[in-house]
């Protein structure tokens, strides 16, 4: 059995007890099985590849289009860029630059690169005969840096003829341009794209209609996902699972069971997917006793050491609530696996428990495990939840040592979030100066963080600087400057921003707008004012907002006013906060109402409705 490993094997055995010559390897046979070497090792271990191929290349391997072709994807595997350049030269000296098996690798290979992009666009401009393959790498690579758009157009241009009468799109085409939109795209587009395939006659393909259930269970659309799984002429274990995860995700675990169901009754063996997806099922409908008895089933068949596995058992337990079972389970599993300990980070985050999660950081360096960008996303909000500074300091200058946790906009924005929440401005704002790369999240970050630190101002500033880069600001800026003009007391600007945001942006206002709105003019003493933006409000004011009015009246003296409102307000009357209890009695005391009074604390005594004390969140 001339399997590729075994013929690995007999190469390095004839490489350590022979020399290297044409008498130990015959002309024809040999090369073959270098070849064959090359190429397994080019998909398995592309470093290996690399170096027997700069060992021996001037023996063999001279005018083999496939072990070029082979090499350049081992050097886009590798990123060895370098590398790649230099074997492109060689494969122009010996003169397999037109194989369209090696352009294909090349055009493959330098859309690998964000840097290399141009190179791979020359070589396609220069095939004079396209194939598909070619113009697949093209479409791949924009689709991977997230230029959807430029993929498209090369699609259309495909079916216009462009590249030759003959050549048409195939299954993969669709399978890259479907993905695509499942991440950067819509549904509209890619509903487009599918009823291409239908025309084409391509829907019968599996991996296409996997890739359309995926796209259309992503977006919400869980309708069309179940059409395409149901009209299926074949099915595999992916389309099953896509399809059970896809009713987990939209929130329809009943279903997602159901699937589990046939897929025992259908005697289709599940996998470790399978069971992650039926967790994560478990774990979004909080259901404990269903998921206890998946993971019995998960130990019945020995997958409970798995990573995937473990980690959605983990955030099972602790979306339910139960972190003993999680840590028990977390202690159990094997640490190899730098998953596991981000999946007990964010179980402990995610239950006020951050405390204990930053104690994890210090038995991760005793393992010497490699952190990534999920786990030191973990610490960050661990040190914001605590208010810690001086071990967010700590954490900031982890990724201030790696440079591609430097580029990271995920924690940037995360470390000007928890420098915020910490009240150092001037950290946070060096972050945000720093960042390479920024998007409205930044933004949003550093004006809500202006805005809660005081400085209303600056807030504004940020929020003008903002629109004038074009980033276009969603509903949580608007929170953020509204905020900051009820803070700094900047009632026209507040009003000019609340009809921006409604206007100019479509945004409906929710209650957090109004609030800040409500708040803002009932500080400036516009009392009335206030009380008719609460009447024209596009959403019902809550408790809160009528206690913002009510706290007004008390400070600028419209005592008639808010005895009038806690009197009348039914969501204050029948509230159970103690905050609602004693701003009514503080109002009615203004009054000298005195027996209401005593009858609003004599409830908060008699409920104990508790009342937490203020306290400083910072610690440095």
Request: aromatic share 8%; charged share 20%.
């Amino acid at each position: 059995m001339n399997s590729p490993f075994r013929i690995q094997r007999l190469a390095h055995f004839l490489l350590q007890k022979k020399p290297f010559n044409s008498l130990s390897f015959p002309q024809i046979e040999e090369p073959c099985k270098w070849n064959l070497m090359i190429r397994h090792a080019s998909a398995t271990n592309p470093l290996k590849a690399l170096s027997l191929f700069q060992t021996y290349q001037s023996t063999l391997f001279q005018n083999d289009p496939f072990i070029f072709a082979s090499l350049i994807k081992a050097c886009g595997k590798a990123h060895a860029f370098p590398e790649g350049k230099s074997i492109h030269c060689h494969v122009i000296r010996v003169g397999l630059d037109c194989n369209v098996n090696v352009l294909n690798s090349l055009v493959s290979f330098y859309m690998g690169s964000a840097n290399l992009m141009s190179y791979a666009a020359f070589l396609f401009d220069v095939v004079s005969e396209k194939s598909v393959v070619t113009v697949n790498c093209m479409i791949s690579g924009h689709v991977k840096r997230g230029h959807l758009d430029v993929g498209l157009s090369l699609f259309v241009k495909m079916l216009k003829g462009c590249y030759g009468p003959s050549l048409k799109p195939n299954y993969v085409t669709f399978v890259i341009l479907i993905s695509g939109c499942a991440e950067f795209g819509g549904v509209r587009t890619g509903n487009a794209l599918h009823c291409c395939c239908f025309k084409m006659g391509l829907n019968g393909n599996v991996e296409l209609c996997n890739v359309l259930i995926n796209l259309y269970a992503k977006l919400g659309c869980i309708f069309y996902a179940t059409n395409v799984f149901r009209d299926m002429p074949e099915k595999d274990l992916i389309s099953w699972n896509t399809m059970i995860w896809g009713y987990a995700n939209n929130g329809d675990c009943t279903q997602a069971f159901s699937l589990f169901r046939k897929m025992r009754i259908e005697e289709i063996k599940l996998d470790k997917i399978s069971f992650s997806c039926l967790i994560s099922a478990c774990a979004a409908l909080k259901d404990l006793l269903l998921g206890r008895m998946i993971h019995a089933h998960v130990i019945s068949i020995g997958l409970e050491s798995d990573v995937s596995v473990g980690t959605a058992l983990i955030d099972m337990y602790a979306n339910c609530r139960k972190m003993k079972a999680a840590r028990d389970l977390f202690d159990e599993l094997p640490k190899q696996n730098i998953e596991i300990w981000n999946s007990m980070i964010h179980a402990y985050i995610e239950n006020g428990q951050s405390k204990k999660a930053l104690k994890l950081l210090d038995q991760i360096d005793s393992k010497e495990l490699e952190l990534d960008e999920v786990t030191i996303l973990g610490f960050i909000m661990a040190c914001r939840d605590m208010g810690s500074l001086d071990k967010g300091i700590s954490v900031h200058s982890i990724v201030e040592s790696n440079e591609l946790y430097k580029k990271s906009v995920v924690l940037g924005n995360a470390l000007i979030d928890m420098y915020t929440k910490c009240g150092s401005m001037g950290r946070a704002r060096a972050v945000f100066d720093r960042m390479p790369c920024k998007d409205v999240i930044s933004w949003t970050s550093i004006i809500v963080g202006h805005a809660i630190n005081g400085e209303g101002v600056k807030s504004l500033d940020a929020f003008k600087q903002m629109c004038a880069e074009k980033f276009v600001p969603n509903s949580v800026t608007f929170v953020g400057v509204l905020l900051a003009c009820d803070h700094a007391g900047l009632v026209d600007e507040g009003r000019k921003l609340y009809d921006i945001m409604r206007k100019d942006y479509h945004i409906k206002p929710q209650i957090e707008h109004c609030g800040c709105m409500v708040d803002m003019l009932a500080r400036a003493g516009k009392i009335e004012e206030a009380q008719m933006f609460i009447r024209k409000m596009p959403i019902k004011p809550n408790a809160l907002v009528w206690r913002m009015l009510i706290n007004a009246c008390r400070v600028h003296s419209h005592v008639d006013l808010g005895v009038k409102l806690v009197t009348g307000i039914t969501e204050l009357n029948s509230s159970n906060e103690s905050e609602d209890h004693v701003i009514s009695s503080n109002m009615l005391a203004e009054a000298g109402r005195w027996g209401e009074v005593i009858s609003h604390r004599n409830f908060v005594v008699l409920k104990k409705t508790p009342k937490v004390a203020g306290i400083s969140s910072i610690s440095y």
